[in-house]
């Protein structure tokens, strides 16, 4: 009895639409002469529609207007497995959602490529698939490892352990943290939107060394920037295909304090990147970035379940930013001498509110002048502790008129102060409260060069 063979679905084939190996279209003209272009990229619509990038050769084009029939062979990245999928050509999209996520991934490989803003897509065609067929293979290809981890079981409890926390410290080690444990990811990154820079701030990290908490990258420049200008997920799944973005390595104490810049940290072996959109009240807050050595890391239920739980962060911060107004008392700080006669000495540069503490560059911009604020009240009075709401209201800070990050901002020159082991921190009080601690002498000063 001959055994029923197997109804293959799009679903199936998930990996081959990955982009990792370029797929092959083969069209006729009218008079049945066959033209065969590679795609670059060619994308899932529904159960029953693709669609397929339109860079086409110009035969290709004319061919799929004379003769909406065409085949198109696609190979799952992992085994080498080749699929003949049969096409009739349904209609263009010249905008809209998938038009929109098409064009974004483009523009980010592209990027990485130092193309920018050359590739841009035309238009996507939409064809209906009538069958897919698995090409029978000369050597069996090897069998598929079965993800061992449910991410809806695991994005559920991430987001469990983020609504747990009430700031912003929790909120991102549980993220983080969870996408260790719960999915396996190794290496990660949270950054923030600082809208008066254009930027992103590194102030979450994960898996690596230096942290690069401090880091920043423009809106738009690579796959993180292009989450954040598109508002949308972007994804690379094979990096050697391109190359990589800030591949360079320039991580150094003696380049951060020539440049004043901290390096973003990466991996230079990478073969996947994620990066994923924080959204709240329909509005970009920061993204999510994540890269593993392997191949096609990321997959569809990856994309659904740190998109949930990017959502599920970026809600948990912007409720944290509104409690952090709500001073909580709580221990103090008490004026003591200094633990140790060593001065410390602090120089604030006003051009770029940097500051370097005995000579190591700390942080510049909106941080780097709470920081000196801090340092030049406790000089002259001696203080040690301060609130989130005095800070808000202080005229002589000059915060940005969108006041809503300023606990990720504490948050983050509390973690540099800490990865940089300098004697002078930042702890926490208590909802809405800030200790400053200073192992040694103060002596503050601000420089205008």
């Known amino acids: 009895m001959t055994p029923t063979p197997i109804r293959l679905t799009l679903a199936d084939l998930e990996a081959c639409f990955e982009g990792v190996i370029p797929s092959i279209i083969s069209t006729a003209d009218a008079d049945g002469l066959p033209n065969i272009s590679y795609i670059s990229h060619v994308a899932v619509v529904d159960d029953r529609h693709v669609a397929l990038s339109n860079q086409f050769f110009a035969k290709t084009a004319a061919n799929i207007r004379l003769n909406p029939h065409a085949m198109l062979l696609l190979v799952d990245a992992r085994n080498s497995a080749q699929y003949r999928l049969e096409l009739v050509f349904a209609h263009t999209l010249e905008a809209g959602p998938l038009f929109d996520h098409i ?61 747990a926390e009430t700031d912003a410290d929790g909120i991102i080690d549980a993220m983080l943290e969870g996408l260790r444990a719960e999915f396996g990811f190794e290496h990660a990154l949270l950054l923030q939107l600082y809208e008066e820079r254009n930027q992103l701030v590194t102030i979450g990290s994960m898996g690596y060394l230096p942290s690069g908490i401090g880091s920043d990258i423009p809106v738009d420049e690579g796959v993180i920037g292009a989450a954040a200008a598109g508002g949308r997920l972007v994804k690379l799944s094979d990096m050697s295909r391109i190359r990589r973005f800030g591949a360079a ?24 990147q994620i990066a994923v959109p924080l959204v709240a009240a329909g509005s970009v807050r920061g993204v999510l970035f994540l890269e593993s050595r392997d191949r096609i890391a990321f997959t569809s239920d990856d994309e659904a379940a740190l998109s949930m739980i990017a959502r599920q962060a970026a809600m948990a911060l912007a409720l944290s930013e509104k409690l952090s107004l709500e001073t909580e008392p709580q221990r103090s700080v008490p004026a003591q001498p200094p633990t140790s006669e060593k001065t410390v000495q602090v120089v604030h540069h006003r051009f770029d509110d940097s500051v370097f503490i005995d000579g190591d560059y700390v942080i510049k911009g909106v941080a780097g002048r709470l920081l000196a604020s801090m340092l030049e009240q406790h000089q002259q009075s001696g203080r040690l502790e301060f609130t989130n709401r005095e800070i808000r209201l202080d005229a002589a800070l000059k ?51």
Not at 131 to 158: C, M, Y
């Open 249 to 272: 390595v320039r991580a150094t104490s003696a380049d951060e304090n020539r440049t004043r810049a901290i390096p973003l940290p990466g991996m230079p072996d990478a073969m996947s």
């Open 399 to 449: 915060l940005p008129d969108f006041k809503d990050n300023l606990e990720t901002r504490l948050l983050l020159l509390r973690r540099r102060l800490d990865e940089k082991r300098l004697p002078i921190r930042l702890t926490r009080l208590g909802r809405g409260r800030i200790g400053l601690l200073i192992e040694g002498r103060l002596r503050f000063s601000k420089d205008v060069v």
């Open 103 to 163: 064009a974004l991934q483009i523009d980010a490989s592209s990027a990485q490529v130092g193309m920018a803003g050359i590739m841009k897509l035309r238009n996507l065609d939409i064809f209906r698939v009538v069958s897919i067929e698995a090409i029978p293979s000369q050597v069996q290809t090897a069998e598929l490892p079965r993800s061992k981890r449910n991410r809806l079981i695991g994005a559920a409890r991430i987001a469990e352990a983020i609504a």
